[in-house]
């Protein structure tokens, strides 16, 4: 028996692409025969979980995991609230900020409908869309920073979501205060706005914007924020959104309950208060960063670089080839063609260690592969 | 505008003699009404009358032949989809040994005879069977004017998907400003990649100022699902050509990152190709104009984060791999396969993709046998008489029955030119006839 796939699939689904995860790492050491394998591709925190998280992590009861976790992840919504000086029905929780996407875009979009995005950003706004059968209206970056007034110049009846990568993942440049206001004001409540800020912990420009408290002047923005970056969760699949109250109990119609775990749930909110690891978190990353810049000046690299714990840096070679060179080398970073950056690498900030192996790995790549 | 791209027409019918007319029918018509001229719709019916009349000849009459014509704009293709337990399936080989028929020597199929009156022919196996397709392309006039287009120094440009127009004036800049160059072939008629890109056969860019003065471009298409084939970036004189050309090569793979595309291959390069961006896959021997042969570099660009892979491979090819995959940097697990007195199938089948623009042949593995090599060999013996003499084989590493065919390749005289990564189900092997590799 056939499946008529051909009748059956839509043409927008069969025309995407779907997204091929990296084998687990020890299967990528066994085929590129390197003993050790240093990732610097998915922007983790090598220091991972804050402390009390991973206390709640070591004493999990193992028979708890037969019990359902909180539906709506209760607990965790409170100490969100406490935190924010929100009420608890301004949250949702989502098995990664990845799925809290999928909520918003499912719950104000439909066929013909398109949302607005970046060219270069995280792909998965642009992803959800199409796969939904959605225009994704992709607007090229302006000095690698989201360009606001190109992106109100594509909006149209049919827009609905605009998605704002604050900071950009992978250029890390940021919208100031003054610029989310005056883009607010000029969407002036017609759409949806939501701000990504999965790396906003890292940053410490004092005119950064803080989305959480924009939500009370503009009931139409939704922040998205994860446990995955700086809290080191990013194993447990957890992120949240936030927004007014009436936004999330529109949002909440197309959210699945009980997606989030327990261990997730109970380690993230451990980590809510933990602003020590947050401050250890930020002088690593801080250092880092100073030691890959001067690195990489020395090697005649230049880098696009800017707030989060990532850095891009352009290649005088392809980005995918120079992928496979530091592979063998036991070191995993994220190449950038599949974000529109050919010839560019992105790489997590992360221990001395962990840089000092990277550019030595660079190194040797760039000199096997010299151009004449 | 109505066009008679992506309209598809389909019959079904039995592979019976009686049902011939039927089918010649639906073919004319579907193809004058597709947009052929009457003479090429003839063509291709005769052609398809061939292989009609070749399945009756070779299936039994009660088994069902989905006929589908396929309007793609600038050609019409005709394609026939089977079974292949439903027909002897040593029939569809290029040439059939004596036994099978009743005559001396070598005897030509059905198949060849369709595939020497369409410009592309191709019998190959798909998911749901066997599938023989044949293309007529449409007749283009070659314009009088086509080296004679000048443009201007820009001194600001953007890049933009071209209107048709501009892209056939693309056309006429590139063969000004770069006489002497191996261009594709269909940029001889600029009607005709207007046409294909129309049809999406085509993307292109090009490098413009506010007034609409082109100073570059670049055009890229899709041969196969998993790879663009590109050429270029073409620079008309201008005075940062470094930087347009790199804005050329860098919007071209930003609009092929997403797509299902795993590598670019660039066989037609110019001077204004950035370095660092492609890699070299080797070289394949190709006639030039003049009727001398060259090698000729097949550049290509890796689109995604290599995940590593186990490859199946005769013993016979390890030592390529391995050089190929260690120079590429391509991590890859080769698994040897061995004879181990397992059944064997006493007859191989090999299928053939014909480009008689390019006078190229590809062959594929259809079904490997105890006969690989007399079947290879008259293969190249028939396509050779017919004056074919760029033979390519791909053999497709993820299927580890492919590589059954290494001997017989080796004795044939087919020699392993390039590895295509995750072109397949996993990586292929392009073989070329009767050239020593670099």
């Known amino acids: 028996m056939q499946v008529a796939l051909d009748r059956l699939l839509p043409e927008y689904i069969k025309k995407f692409e779907a997204y091929t995860p990296s084998k687990p790492d020890a299967e990528l050491m066994k085929l590129y025969g390197c003993s050790r394998l240093i990732r610097l591709n998915n922007n983790e925190n090598p220091l991972g979980p804050p402390p009390a998280s991973q206390e709640v992590l070591r004493r999990f009861p193992p028979e708890k995991a037969a019990q359902y976790p909180s539906g709506d992840a209760f607990y965790l919504r409170r100490k969100l609230a406490e935190r924010f000086d929100k009420d608890p029905d301004q949250f949702l929780v989502g098995n990664g900020a990845n799925e809290v996407i999928a909520f918003v875009i499912k719950a104000f979009c439909r066929q013909g409908d398109n949302i607005i995005t970046a060219d270069k950003t995280f792909a998965v706004y642009e992803w959800v869309a199409t796969f939904s059968g959605l225009e994704a209206r992709l607007v090229p970056l302006k000095d690698h920073g989201f360009d606001d007034q190109a992106m109100l110049d594509r909006i149209d009846e049919r827009t609905k979501v605009l998605f704002v990568c604050n900071p950009n993942n992978p250029t890390g440049r940021y919208w100031n205060r003054a610029r989310l206001r005056r883009f607010l004001d000029l969407v002036d409540g017609r759409q949806i706005v939501v701000v990504d800020e999965a790396y906003c912990e890292f940053v410490e420009q004092p005119d950064f914007p803080d989305g959480m408290k924009l939500i009370e002047e503009y009931p139409n923005l939704v922040v998205f924020r994860t446990f995955s970056k700086m809290y080191g969760l990013a194993g447990l699949r957890i992120g949240y959104l936030a927004g007014s109250e009436e936004l999330v109990a529109a949002i909440r119609r197309t959210c699945i309950v009980y997606s989030v775990n327990t261990l997730a749930q109970e380690s993230a909110s451990a980590a809510v208060n933990q602003d020590d690891h947050v401050m250890r978190t930020r002088r690593m990353v801080n250092e880092g960063k100073s030691f890959l810049t001067r690195e990489l000046a020395r090697l005649g690299l230049p880098c696009i670089g800017g707030e989060g714990n990532f850095l891009m840096v352009r290649l005088p070679m392809s980005d995918t080839l120079a992928y496979r060179s530091l592979m063998k080398q036991g070191v995993m970073v994220r190449s950038m063609t599949g974000f529109r950056f050919p010839n560019h690498i992105r790489v997590t900030v992360s221990t001395a260690q962990a840089m000092e192996a990277f550019i030595e790995a660079l190194t040797t790549t760039l000199k096997a592969h010299e151009i004449p | ?438």
Request: negative net charge; glycine residues 8%; contains cysteine.
């Open chain 2, 1 to 438: 505008m109505v066009t008679s791209a992506n309209i598809d027409v389909t019959l079904t019918l039995f592979a019976r003699t009686t049902f011939l007319p039927l089918a010649t029918s639906f073919v004319e018509k579907s193809a004058l009404a597709l947009g052929l001229e009457e003479g090429d719709a003839l063509t291709l019916t005769l052609a398809a009358e061939e292989i009609f009349a070749y399945l009756c000849r070779t299936g039994a009459p009660e088994r069902p032949v989905l006929m589908r014509c396929r309007g793609g704009g600038y050609f019409v293709e005709t394609e026939f989809l089977f079974q292949p337990q439903e027909f002897d399936m040593r029939a569809f080989n290029l040439a059939v040994t004596p036994s099978l028929d009743t005559g001396q020597g070598i005897d030509e199929t059905g198949l060849l005879i369709a595939s020497r009156m369409v410009d592309r022919f191709h019998f190959a196996s798909h998911d749901n069977g066997l599938r023989v397709s044949l293309t007529k392309e449409r007749a283009y006039p070659a314009p009088p004017d086509l080296t004679t287009a000048v443009t201007r120094p820009l001194e600001r440009f953007s890049i933009a998907s071209p209107e048709p127009e501009e892209l056939k004036e693309l056309v006429r800049l590139i063969h000004s400003y770069y006489k002497g160059h191996v261009l594709p072939g269909n940029f001889d008629f600029p009607g005709k990649v207007a046409d294909m890109a129309a049809a999406r056969a085509y993307q292109a860019f090009v490098a413009r100022d506010d007034a609409g003065h082109i100073g570059g471009g670049i055009i890229w298409g899709f041969p196969t699902q998993k790879t663009v084939g590109c050429s270029g970036p073409y620079v008309f004189g201008q005075p940062q050509s470094s930087v347009m050309a790199r804005e050329l090569i860098d919007e071209c793979i930003g609009a092929v990152a997403k797509t299902q595309a795993v590598g670019i291959i660039n066989r037609f390069p110019t001077e204004h190709l950035p370095v660092g961006y492609f890699e070299r896959l080797g070289t394949l021997t190709v006639e030039t104009s003049s009727g001398r042969y060259t090698e000729m570099p097949v550049l290509y660009r890796h689109l995604q984060e290599d995940p590593g892979a186990t490859v199946w491979a005769h013993p016979l090819l390890k030592d390529f791999l391995e050089r190929e995959y260690n120079r590429m940097v391509f991590a890859r697990d080769i698994k040897s396969i061995r004879d181990e007195g397992e059944i064997r199938s006493q007859f191989s089948v090999i299928s053939a993709e014909f480009d008689k623009l390019q006078a190229v042949v590809t062959l594929r593995p259809v079904w490997w046998g105890d006969d690989a090599q007399e079947t290879l060999a008259r293969d190249v013996e028939i396509l050779e008489n017919d004056g074919i003499h760029a033979i390519f084989f791909e053999m497709d590493l993820g299927r580890p029955w492919h590589s059954r065919f290494s001997p017989a390749l080796e004795k044939t005289g087919f020699q392993p030119r390039l590895i295509l990564p995750n072109c397949g189900k996993g990586d292929i092997v392009v073989f070329q006839h009767g050239t020593e590799s670099n």
